[in-house]
């Protein structure tokens, strides 16, 4: 029992860990009870626990295991910290608890496991649970299957993540214990339950027996979905609506609940492990695969089939497969083995999903194609694989293929073309299958409507009626208007019968097309489709749309191919008709004489027959003119050799007849065009060939035309018809536009013809570079980089003519499309949104692959970095030299890839140097090398080093701009970047997305992958990923959608949830509009506006139609322009606009256009076109309507609250809707339409148009003020800032014209806009901010600055930092001009929130805040200190040195800046912070003062404050009649004496000539200058004092005052260190000149002993930390003699160490080395160059240890062995401190003996000082050494003691006296008791203790002592004797505020006064102080405070009261000593200082 009592006492916690198990039993119990009574989940009691949590279910005992178990469970259930133990606990639990016997034990276990995961532990508990799958133990293993299983039962699989858990469980049902598999198979079943058929894939590879029994368990689960039946913390909203449906029967929630579950069923394709296949496939696949034998065909196929039926593949490049099974399926001969690889086929894009993606395009048009063949078997195969394709990419990207087809004259393939899409159209929705793509398709539906093939025809009505289901009939009823009724129903009838996907009982309904379209989605059993579906097409659903512009615009090109296609059906397609055909031809139309005569041998017959030959072609029906026959015999002999040129000219101009009027084909145009182009040349002949080429350009398309006429020229050698050539294609394409020229086929006849000797061939070909140029910009530059520079030259310059010009619109061309509503804007819009990619396209690329050899890449990847370097050097020399680039670069990409993640940065930048090139080279053909490549880059964004990740964010950039966003966004590579913990990585990423995001319209559903890690930027640690993030929220938001981003909160913890739920909300204030719909936008793209309803504003919506381009940031979006909308795509990208003119122009030039254009558009022709007409019309005439009492009349139901007050966070729609129902009376409709369109350009448009009618129409809008003010308002929330500052710029001028017309705004205008406004001023941007400064000022001038005010001040209060600051200076800005009675509603209130501000965090906040307290002081003085309440000592410390700064400021300001202000007048407010640096503040308060006192014409010699009383007396009447007495006095006081600081002032400038007559203030002045923010001055001060300093004569002069210039001097080194040297915008030279005054003067001070030796402990501390800082700045060694600087500075420190006081300096090193080692952010070099300064004192301690004071000396050490015991000093990395600390005490004690345990006395409880003991030892030892005898010490030692034990009690009293004398509260205290104990003992030496504290405190000390006496011995006639010297002192205390009003606020005593007056006077030299020789020696004890805070504190306040009291003390002829003064005079004082205080107050 001994045992049991000895444990028993101990605490619960250390029973728990006692090693008997019954303590530890009994610890459990305790422990359980203990838990169970904790009501606080946060107590610190769980803390003792938490470490010892392990340890209770792990226990050895299975007794106490258990209780141990129930203890752990009670506090993991109970405590709030519990949740980081998770992992080693749970993973106790699975090794030692789910092995034990006792099932209570695993019982426990379970229960601990689901309580961490009820505290969001889940993801924990289950890795750890799947890691003890892993266990040999098979028990273990048990308990964790039935742990996940209960988990899931219970918590339901959005808790429980089921991809790992599936994972596994194939090898559960492995296992050769029955218990696992028995296990294995109920937990396969509670899978089952939640995800239903998902399952099956996995599981389908098991054993067929334990399938076959998991079927039959399946089956007879019920077919309701399971719910989660317990819940996380944070669902317990979840938890009360279970509990209620519980208890109300579960059933009327049941729906909803039904509905969640529903939402998302799992895919069973994110529970499947990817497979590799590519390295499986056979090694001679390639081969066999293109034998000549089938069966080895065959052979290869199986393989690759058997391959592909994986059902997930790992991603890699699988485009040579896919190529080669697109040849089988396109060229093989045998079916089956087109059916073979169809499969093939479907099973890639079934595995890869989106990863095929990029295949799809290649592999669509040859399945379509093959649709011909008409056995079943192929025909569903290749359904199957076009369904499976389908579903990895988007519509638009296989829209052209799918059109190309729809024309096909195979009826099989149209029908299948259309069934195809009808099952396509399943799986979009109406945001994915827009107008845009659905238009091209509805056309070619209508024409199969009316197809001869049935079964076309009822293809094309299912596909049509599914389009309906899906958009919806209103979408698509336009494009069927000319369908009759009875087609109309059988489509509606189809479109009932279509059951959509994504709707429950997928797949099932839509007939054939949905049975088929269900098989490929998942390869599993047919139960799977339905779940499987819905989880296919969300994530396909955005692509859809993005795929737009990055695919080079195939939205648009979709039309234009349709109508390529329509034309090329119209073209004749002729065959070439034999010479005898053709005679038999032409003799037919042509007059017989005519035929004879063609070929006659007399020259006038020819001509007459041409006569003849020109009439019967004009005469001629274009359908019976045989064109070929006609010009075949114009080429009959003589042909184009006809040697008369009238002959000729004829010919010429029939060819171009027949081009003209007939079916003109190609093989025509091919018989004259040789012919043509040889006489293109010819003077007389020439235009007429050139007008024949042109027809036959508009008859034959000019791209062909011209292709065919470029390269005939450069057959021929002669240059004069290459020349013409060239002339006329660079005007037919300005004719006819760019669209269709393949500028590849004639780029090379383009460089001979620049290379050509003749010159006329260059310019010409300069030329039509130049009009080539205009459609294509900057990269058509790229084909001529290796021309001559001469040439290139002449190219730059030709495009620099160009430059700037939009293309002319096309007038030709349009013949064969005018039928089509298509054509050229389709082509147009291919063009700009295209443009640069479709230029990209046309390079010549070369193929580097071969270039890229095995040994390059092997260099890349050596391990010699020289040798990877070279490998890098070789490859980019190859790109530079290929140019451009084929998308094939072989083995590079991985070994690039490997080098971005090299040790060395030099390779990672240049590795990225070479993405960028190879980005430039390849074009768009880089998206495939996105994922591999691309997402690499990203990763580098992760770098440390600021310039590497610079470098990767421009590669990146660089790839974006060829590749576009889409390609980044989709799949998971993305947010996995982003989940990496890395700041830099995130904050680069988010920063990256921010920009890009708001750029896109559309974005891939895999962005929403990345909003959970998003979310966790929100918390990041940083700072400034947390910035980066909540940056980019809005921008996420603007495509994801706020409820979807708030759903994804709920897996946040609470606490987490509620700080990201509120950031979404304020990003969803801020949230960026998206560009522009691409619906509308290609909806007006025809000029027949395609939208159902025509209107007004269809005109105008077209201007924005190239918006769509801009989804992708192309890198030049307006190069080539076929249409007027060139100038609005321009104004889109901000560029400047044209001239109004030609706008306009433009605009008439589409109206007129779009008529015949319109000709088939759905909607009629004409409602646009008047649209347009009523706009222009309606724009004149005034745009403010007047409305009489209209203003008066909304503020009464505003007031009456019958409508709603302005008032918002964000503005709600309702209250947009009520300002638009108020304008629709006072502004015209065109106007309101752009006031309230959603496009910001049409905002800046509307308020452009209002500046200009604004003066005009003054009257009307003074009428419509308050409306016009609160749509400005909401211009205050958009986002975009050339909106902003066009607001900006009306406000400007609408304020000017107010102000103008004297109107004044009422309170009702004011409190709806001025709130706004003030939101901005908080704007990041400075533009914005100053603009809102301006309109603030003049805001002054119509709305009185007193009702401003409270809006400012409101203002403050806001979270953002620069709002805070920028109103906190406009207050300035208003007292500055208005005086104090701009403040509302009291100046104290006002001024004491404003001093609120003065502690902030943000140091722009702080100055601005002390800068408006420092404009209060200017205009009330002193009485701000009454107004401001209490500060902390600090703040008013920094608010007393900012008043100190601004006045010394004022003399210079004011002497200065007199001219220029008093031009300048009319804004006073100007100087007044207007510009950004903190440290001119107080310079513009001043300057504004300044400037304020000339516009008030005052008398320069009246303070401030005596003007400001004038005022508040004028205004304040009540006070009246006591007041002219009270002023006159001040002023008769005042006013003489005023000039006399003036005149000190100046006597400062340049010299100290008078320095012996001048006082002690005008040395106090210069050195406050030394510390000036502004370098100048503070130079000027330092070359001032530096005279003194070096005349020996006058340096005595500086004694006193050697503290303060030194503090003064490190203020400016730390000035000069944290800001000076940070600031880029210095000159480092005058930074330099900086230092080196400092370090001169320094020099000079520290020669002279005896003012150095005046330096105290704690400044020269600061000093030293000043000096050894600047020694370390490593800055100051790149500044030009920085070296030479560094040298002085030591040399400096040397003499510091050598002159000043030894006690003082050898103290504040001590000090300085026990901070520097406490600090752990100095450097290490800090301390060590300290302890250096230490060891050089210690050296000369022989020579200096008598005038050190010893006691002061072991004081320091025993404070620094308390801080760093000997143990810890070991402990440091570095021994030195320890030895350094030896050294000197064994060094003193080596010099003193055994003396030095005397000088102990200032160390209170000596006996536990570890120095004590040291030096004991130090003694002792060398006692031994020295051999004294014992007796002698002994005898020693007794007297020793007692005379110590007397000293130490005096030097304990006067310490514990004189601590008191330096505390605040304890002062009075301390000096009645240092009175009563000089009393006591007479010969007490004070000396010591005054030795080396300040001048002040030492006079004060005597003058207190003074006081006490005179009081004592009753001569003071004052009988409140205890209230003055309480009062006085705290005035003079060093760190008080100076302001003498007591804290009670009663009187002060005439006695405080007159002490006060007597130091002013004392210092002002009117009385003599103590002559400086008298003074004791400078070594004494230090004063309580270590540093020289406080002592700058006094030295400020002294400051500052020598400048406040000067008037009165100048005035004061009392005698100057205290006693002589009678009483009579003192009560005269007191009254008048009474009246003073009163009206101050």
Same mark, same amino acid.
């Given at each position: ?450 197809? !001869? @093939? #049935?079964?076309?025809?009822? $293809?094309?009505?299912? +596909?049509? &009626?599914?389009?309906? /289901?899906?958009?919806?009939?209103? =979408? ?58 819905? !989880? @296919? #097409?969300?994530?396909?659903? $955005?692509?859809?749309? +993005?795929? &737009?512009?990055?695919? /080079?615009?195939?939205?648009?090109? =979709? ?69 070929? +026959? ?1412």
């Amino acid at each position: 029992m001994g045992d049991d009592s000895e444990w028993m006492k101990l605490p619960i916690d250390q029973k728990c860990e006692h090693k008997i198990w019954k303590a530890r039993l009994n610890g459990y119990e305790e422990a359980l009870k203990l838990f169970q009574k904790i009501e606080d989940e946060k107590s610190p009691e769980w803390g003792k626990y938490l470490g010892l949590i392990k340890k209770f279910v792990t226990d050895s005992n299975a007794v106490a295991q258990l209780k141990g178990l129930e203890a752990a469970l009670a506090l993991i259930h109970n405590s709030h910290a519990t949740n980081k133990t998770t992992g080693e606990v749970v993973s106790g639990v699975v090794s030692k608890v789910f092995n034990q016997p006792k099932a209570r034990a695993k019982e426990l276990g379970t229960d601990i496991c689901l309580t961490y995961i009820e505290i969001e532990k889940a993801e924990i508990v289950q890795d750890e649970l799947i890691k003890g799958l892993d266990n040999k133990n098979p028990k273990i293993v048990v308990a964790c299957v039935e742990t996940l299983r209960k988990a899931l039962c219970e918590f339901g699989s959005k808790i429980i993540t089921l991809k790992p858990v599936v994972k596994v469980l194939p090898k559960l049902f492995e296992s050769r214990e029955k218990a696992v598999r028995d296990e294995a198979k109920l937990l396969a079943v509670e899978i089952y339950r939640w995800i239903r058929d998902a399952l099956r894939t996995p599981l389908q590879n098991i054993n067929s027996v334990q399938l076959k029994e998991l079927e039959e368990e399946w089956v007879k689960l019920p077919p309701a979905a399971p719910k989660q039946t317990r819940f996380l913390r944070s669902q317990q909203d979840l938890k009360a609506k279970f509990e209620q449906q519980q208890a109300a029967g579960g059933d009327e929630a049941d729906g909803d609940d039904d509905d969640e579950v529903e939402a998302a069923p799992v895919d069973p394709y994110e529970l499947l492990e990817a497979v590799e296949i590519l390295s499986k496939l056979p090694k001679d696949f390639y081969e066999k695969i293109e034998a000549k034998k089938w069966q080895e065909r065959k052979e290869v196929l199986e393989a690759v089939e058997a391959l592909t039926k994986n059902p997930k593949l790992e991603s890699g490049d699988y485009g040579d497969l896919a190529r080669a099974l697109k040849k089988v399926i396109g060229k093989d001969a045998n079916v089956m083995l087109v059916a073979m690889a169809a499969k093939c086929l479907a099973g890639l894009a079934t595995g890869l999903r989106k990863k095929f993606g990029t295949y799809a395009g290649h592999v669509v048009p040859t399945i379509l194609e093959k649709f011909k063949e008409k056995k079943p078997q192929v025909v569903q195969a290749l359904q199957e694989a076009i369904d499976a394709v389908f579903l990895t990419t988007t519509l638009q990207n296989i829209s052209e293929d799918v059109l190309a087809v729809m024309d096909n004259k195979n009826p099989s393939i149209k029908q299948q073309a259309s069934l195809f899409l009808a099952r396509s159209f399943r799986h979009c929705t109406p945001s994915t299958l827009p107008k845009s793509v659905l238009k091209p398709f509805c056309a070619a539906f209508l024409k199969q409507v009316n197809d !001869s @093939a #049935p079964e076309v025809r009822d $293809a094309a009505f299912e +596909a049509l &009626g599914t389009a309906m /289901k899906v958009v919806g009939e209103k =979408a698509v009823n336009p494009f069927l208007a000319d369908v009759d009724k009875l087609k109309l129903d059988k489509i509606k009838e189809c479109a009932d019968k279509v059951e959509l996907v994504g709707k429950k009982g997928g797949g099932g309904g839509g007939g054939g097309g949905g049975e088929k379209k269900a098989k490929p989605a998942a390869k599993a059993p047919p139960a799977v489709e339905a779940p499987a579906k819905p !989880s @296919a #097409p969300p994530k396909k659903a $955005a692509p859809a749309k +993005a795929a &737009g512009p990055p695919k /080079k615009g195939k939205p648009a090109s =979709a039309p234009s191919a349709k109508s390529k296609k329509a034309s090329d059906t119209k073209e004749t397609v002729e065959t070439e008709l034999s010479p005898e055909v053709c005679e038999e031809k032409a003799a037919a139309v042509l007059p017989a004489s005519c035929m004879q005569l063609l070929d006659s041998g007399n020259w006038k017959e020819r001509l007459a027959s041409m006569e003849e030959f020109q009439r019967a072609v004009e005469q001629m029906d274009k359908s019976e003119m045989p064109c070929q +026959a006609l010009v075949k015999m114009l080429a009959k002999k003589p042909g184009w050799k006809e040697t008369n040129f009238q002959v000729m000219q004829m010919k010429l101009h029939i060819v171009g007849l027949i081009a003209q009027k007939g079916s003109f084909s190609k093989t025509s145009a091919l018989v004259v065009l040789d012919g043509l182009v040889d006489k293109i040349g010819d003077v007389k002949c020439g235009s007429n060939a050139k007008e024949a080429l042109t027809a036959i350009g508009e008859a034959c398309s000019l791209p062909w035309t011209a292709e065919q006429v470029v390269s005939m020229a450069f057959t021929q050698k002669n240059p004069k018809n290459q020349a013409e050539t060239l002339n006329w294609l660079a005007n037919a394409m300005k004719e006819f536009g760019f669209a269709g020229i393949n500028v590849k086929a004639f780029i090379n006849n383009v460089k001979t013809a620049l290379g050509a000797t003749n010159p006329a061939v260059r310019t010409s070909a300069i030329t039509l570079l130049g009009v080539m140029y205009l459609y294509m910009g900057a990269p058509l530059r790229m084909f001529f980089e290796d021309e001559k520079p001469a040439l290139l030259s002449q190219i730059d310059a030709e495009f620099e003519k160009m430059q700037g010009q939009s293309p002319p619109a096309p007038i030709r061309g349009t013949k064969k499309a005018g039928a089509e509503e298509e054509g050229d804007a389709a082509a147009e819009e291919e063009e700009v949104d295209g443009g640069a990619g479709d230029i990209m396209d046309l390079l010549p690329r070369t193929d580097i692959s071969d270039k890229i050899t095995s040994d390059m890449v092997s260099k890349i990847s050596d391990k010699n970095w020289k040798i990877r370097k070279e490998g890098l050097d070789e490859v980019a020399a190859v790109i530079s030299e290929a140019k451009f680039i084929q998308a094939n670069i072989g083995e590079l990409p991985m070994a690039l890839k490997g080098r971005l993640n090299d040790s060395n940065k030099l390779l990672v930048q240049q590795a990225l140097n070479i993405l960028q090139q190879i980005a430039t080279a390849m074009g768009p053909s880089l998206k495939q090398h996105v994922k591999n490549l691309g997402i690499p880059v990203i990763t580098v964004l992760g770098d440390s080093k600021s310039n590497v990740r610079a470098a990767a964010l421009s590669t990146l950039n660089a790839w974006v701009e060829q590749t576009g966003m889409k390609e980044w966004l989709e799949g998971e590579d993305l947010s996995e970047e982003l989940k990496k913990e890395n700041p830099f990585l995130r904050q680069e990423i988010l920063g990256w997305l921010a920009e890009k995001l708001p750029t896109l319209r559309t974005v891939p559903a895999d962005l929403m992958l990345c909003v959970p890690h998003l979310y966790a930027c929100l918390e990041d640690r940083s700072g400034d990923v947390r910035k980066k993030a909540q940056d980019a929220l809005p921008t996420f938001m603007m495509h994801l959608g706020y409820e979807k981003m708030s759903k994804a909160t709920s897996k946040l913890k609470p606490a987490s949830k509620d700080q990201v739920v509120g950031m979404l909300e304020k990003a969803r204030a801020v949230m960026p509009a998206k560009p522009e719909a691409p619906a509308k936008a290609a909806a007006s793209k025809p000029p027949a506006s395609s939208t159902p309803a025509a209107k007004p504003a269809s005109a105008p919506a077209r201007n924005q139609s190239p918006i769509e381009d801009f989804s992708e940031p192309e890198p030049k979006p307006d190069t080539k322009k076929a249409k007027p909308a060139g100038p609005a795509a321009k104004k889109r990208g901000s560029m400047e606009l044209k001239v109004k003119g030609e706008k306009d122009n433009a605009k008439q030039n589409r109206l007129s256009r779009g008529m015949p254009s319109s000709e088939q558009g759905v909607v009629g022709k004409k409602p646009p076109v008047k649209a347009g007409a009523k706009d222009e019309e309606d724009k004149s005439g005034p745009i403010f309507i007047l409305v009489p009492n209209g203003k008066e009349q909304r503020i009464k139901e505003e007031k009456a609250l019958k409508i709603l007050k302005w008032n918002f966070i964000t503005p709600r729609d309702e209250y947009v809707e009520q300002l638009k129902t108020q304008m629709s009376t006072c502004l015209p409709k065109w106007l309101q339409d752009e006031l309230f369109h959603f496009d910001f350009q049409r905002h800046v448009k509307a308020i452009g148009a209002m500046i200009e009618h604004m003066e005009a129409e003054c009257e009307a809008v003074i009428g419509c003020l308050d409306l016009i003010l609160k749509w400005f308002t909401l211009r205050f929330f958009d986002t975009n800032t050339s909106v902003l500052m066009k607001a900006l710029e009306f406000l400007k001028l609408l304020f000017t014209m107010l102000s103008r017309k004297n109107y004044q705004l009422n309170d009702y205008e004011a409190s709806s806009f001025i709130p706004y406004l003030i939101l901005k001023v908080g704007e990041s941007k400075d533009v914005v901010r100053k603009d809102v400064r301006a309109i603030l000022t003049m805001l002054c001038k119509v709305y009185a600055a007193s009702k401003v005010f409270p809006f400012l001040m409101e203002g403050t209060k806001s979270k953002n930092s620069k709002q805070r600051c920028e109103c906190l200076e406009e207050l300035g800005c208003l007292i500055e001009n208005f005086g104090m009675n701009v403040c509302q509603p009291t100046p104290a209130k006002a001024l004491k929130e404003i001093a609120v501000h003065i502690g902030d965090r943000d140091t722009t906040v702080r100055n601005a805040a002390l800068n408006t307290v420092v404009a209060a002081y200017n205009a009330c003085g002193d009485q701000v200190f009454k107004l401001i309440g209490n500060l902390s000592e600090k703040e008013m410390s920094m608010l007393e040195e900012r008043i100190k700064r601004s006045a010394k400021k004022t003399p210079a300001a004011s002497a200065k800046p007199e001219r220029p202000q008093r031009e300048q007048p009319t804004n006073p407010n100007s100087t007044f912070l207007r510009k950004p640096a903190q440290e001119e503040v107080p310079n513009k308060l001043s300057q504004a003062r300044a400037q304020n006192a000339h516009l008030e014409q005052s008398a320069p010699s009246i303070p401030k404050e005596f003007q400001l009383d004038l005022e508040v007396f004028e205004n304040n009447h009540t006070c009246a009649s006591d007041i002219p007495d009270l002023v006159q006095h001040k002023l008769d006081e005042v006013l003489e004496p005023v000039m006399i600081p003036e005149r000190k002032m100046r006597s400062v400038s340049p010299h100290f000539d008078d320095i012996h007559n001048s006082s002690a203030s005008t040395i106090n002045f210069v050195i406050s200058q030394v510390a000036s923010g502004d370098i100048n001055t503070s130079i000027q001060a330092l070359a001032q004092i530096d005279e003194v300093l070096r005349q020996a004569d006058k340096a005595e002069a500086m004694s006193g005052h050697i503290d303060q210039f030194l503090i003064a001097t490190f203020m400016q080194l730390r000035l000069i260190y944290n800001t000076h040297m940070a600031d880029d915008r210095l000159d480092k030279k005058d930074i330099f000149k900086l230092y080196s005054c400092i370090i001169g003067n320094m020099l000079s001070l520290f020669s002279m002993e005896s003012l150095a030796r005046e330096a105290s402990m704690g400044v020269l501390k600061d000093l030293m930390h000043g000096l050894i800082t600047l020694m370390l700045d490593t800055r100051v060694e790149d500044i030009e003699d920085g070296q030479q600087l560094i040298r002085s500075v030591n040399l400096l420190v040397v003499r510091v160490l050598e002159k000043s006081d030894q006690t003082n300096i050898l103290s504040a090193l001590l000090v300085l080395l026990q901070d520097s080692l406490i600090s752990t952010a100095g450097s290490p070099m800090f301390s060590e160059l300290v302890m250096k300064c230490l060891w050089r004192m210690i050296r000369f301690l022989p020579q200096t240890i008598n005038s050190i004071n010893l006691d002061r000396i072991l004081l320091d050490v025993h404070n620094f062995m308390k801080v760093f015991p000997k143990e810890k000093l070991k402990q440091l990395k570095s021994d030195v401190p320890h030895r350094t600390l030896k050294t000197l005490l064994h060094t003193l004690c080596r010099l003193t003996g055994a003396k030095i345990l005397d000088h102990m006395s200032m160390i209170e409880n000596r006996n536990e000082s570890e120095l004590e003991a040291h030096l004991r030892r130090v003694v002792k030892h060398s006692a031994n050494l020295s051999g004294l005898k014992s007796d002698k010490s002994t005898e020693k030692g007794a007297l020793r003691s007692d005379d110590k034990v007397i000293k130490a009690k005096v030097s304990d009293i006067l310490s514990e006296i004189f601590k008191k004398i330096g505390s605040k509260e304890n002062t009075k205290e301390g000096l009645t008791e240092l009175y009563e104990y000089k009393q006591k003992y007479s010969d007490a030496d004070l000396e010591p203790f005054l030795r080396n504290t300040s001048q002040f405190f030492q006079s004060y000390v005597e003058r207190g002592l003074r006081m006490i006496e005179s009081e004592r011995e009753g001569k003071g006639r004052i009988q409140t004797s205890t209230v003055i010297p309480q009062h006085s002192t705290d005035s003079y205390l060093p760190s008080s505020s100076t302001v003498p009003i007591s804290s009670n606020g009663e009187d002060l005593n005439a006695a405080a006064y007159y002490e006060r007056l007597k130091i002013l006077r004392q210092r002002r030299g009117l009385e003599n102080s103590t002559p400086e020789e008298d003074r004791p020696p400078l070594s004494s004890l230090r004063p309580s405070v270590a540093s020289s805070t406080d002592m700058l504190h006094s030295k400020l306040s002294q400051l500052k009261e020598s400048r406040e009291h000067f008037q009165q003390e100048q005035s004061h002829t009392h005698s100057p000593t205290r006693s002589s003064s009678p009483a009579s005079n003192l009560d005269d004082l007191k009254k008048r200082l009474e009246r003073i205080k009163s009206n101050r107050q």
